[in-house]
């Protein structure tokens, strides 16, 4: 593979991307190719900071505040970690990118979808996935896998978590050729195998 692969995996709450990434890790490198981990927010450095702040901080956050936390981690990621590795011929997985911001600032915080869209075209510089993996999960699904111990994002309310959700299925309506939806209620095994099933064809 002369030129890397961006792969962003995406999801409410609870949907088993991060175990699905992970999964997906080990059998990329047992096929020998090279592959960075990263995630949105909290790619490695500065962006762990922001994450922190996003996750855990106790006071009021404004939700434009919050959705410029999520663009600068974004901009920080795609500069320091993301574009570089895709130049080396890496693939890259990245836990959450772009089409975080619009599900969740955009469709389940209420905020400007276009401009949500135009700030996420300048904090990334331009560059889109090659692929994005939505995992997809029916709102009861995803409270249950949460469970009780919830950080400031997770704490937003099953109306808003429906909205998400909603705006995920929206998003890979409108870039059918870039996002697929898999459904993620199934065993962990099987949904590893259509993921497998997707990521060959990119390989």
Known sequence: MQKGLFITFEGADGCGKTTQLNLLNDYLIKKGYKVLLTREPGGKGLGEKIREILLNYDGEVSDRCESFLFLADRAQNIDVIINPAIKQGKIVLCDRHTDSSVAYQGYGRGLDIEQIKILNNLATNGIQPDLTLVFDVDIETSMQRVGSDKDRMENSGKEFFNRVRNGYLELAKQSP??????????????????VIEIIETYL
């Open 177 to 194: 050729d870039r996002i697929k939806v898999i459904d993620a209620t199934k065993a962990i095994d099987k949904v590893h195998k259509n």
